[in-house]
């Protein structure tokens, strides 16, 4: 089943990924509740490190000396710095805002694959990108009643981490090219792992705070629980995707994440508006259109 040219394992995998990472809004501002900022996104990769550490240690044998620089810089670029940024973001914008912004991922993915890997995207792929991203905005518009939501600058956060995303999505997929996906994922973040409870540790005060702040135990599991799906489990789903289709097609998870936003909403007791559905249309619309020829080539 795990064959590239078998269509429906990708888009399991995207299935899945959406479910995953549409939960990790949610868990973070839970997170955000007792903890600062920097404490979520250091736990979370702490948490995360130590969860792949033992999957990294049977894969190290596998990486070669040149690889582990590369994989280092994978790991500050697809989850160490936007971490961080996220979380900055999140405390002080709107988590529609937040989830519009982060549909841009799949931009700068063909961005910077054009500027520094020479791809050439055809036109159905780069359609498929703003036809998405015309229903996410729909989407998001919907959800929050039609009205229009004030940008606040902290949102250029979120567009930095974006940035960051798409240049890994293309590092991984043509520097690191020797090596499965379990092993790219284990070993890049065990090896910010150290940094994260560096920064938890020696430049925070977590510990007093879990000693003395309401709710912060709770809080914790709550990252915790975004380190095991969203970064760890989330990260080995990803990595295979973009190793078996395009970097392009992979950044589209983006788009259908909201879906499962407006789902969380509607167990919380929200409604659905036309608009809602029309977004879903050109959401999954996009994704066909960028997947029809971008995926096996």
Not at 116 to 133: M, T
Not at 155 to 169: D, K, P
Not at 265 to 277: I, K, N, Q, R
């Amino acid at each position: 089943m795990e064959n590239k040219n078998n269509p429906s394992f990708p888009i399991l995998l995207l299935a899945v990924l959406s479910l995953i990472w549409g939960t990790s809004f949610i868990l973070m501002k839970k997170g955000l509740v007792a903890l600062t900022p920097v404490e979520v996104a250091a736990l979370r990769i702490t948490v995360a490190g130590i969860l792949v550490f033992p999957i990294a240690v049977v894969k190290w044998k596998e990486v070669k000396r040149e690889q582990v620089g590369k994989l280092l810089i994978s790991g500050l670029l697809g989850v160490f710095i936007p971490a961080f940024l996220f979380t900055t973001a999140q405390k002080h914008i709107d988590s529609s805002v937040a989830g519009i912004l982060n549909t841009l991922s799949p931009l700068w993915t063909l961005i910077m694959g054009v500027l520094f890997y020479k791809q050439i995207f055809r036109r159905p792929a780069i359609l498929g990108i703003l036809v998405g991203l015309a229903g996410t905005v729909l989407l998001m518009l919907s959800r929050s009643g039609g009205s229009v939501i004030g940008f606040n600058a902290y949102g250029l956060l979120i567009v930095l981490a974006c940035a960051f995303y798409g240049t890994n999505l293309n590092f991984v997929k043509f520097n690191i090219t020797q090596l499965g996906s379990l092993a790219i994922t284990s070993v890049s973040i065990a090896l910010i792992g150290p940094l994260g409870a560096l920064v938890l540790f020696g430049m925070t005060d977590f510990v007093q705070h879990l000693q003395t702040v309401p709710g912060a135990w709770t809080a914790a599991g709550y990252v915790a629980l975004l380190a095991l799906m969203s970064t760890a489990i989330a990260g080995l789903i990803f990595n295979k995707l973009v190793r078996i289709t395009t970097p392009i097609y992979a950044s589209m998870v983006t788009y259908i994440m909201p879906l499962v936003s407006v789902m969380w909403g509607v167990l919380d007791g929200e409604h659905l508006y036309a608009g809602h559905f029309i977004g879903m249309a050109a959401i999954l619309g996009g994704v066909y259109l960028a997947n029809r020829r971008t995926m096996n080539e």
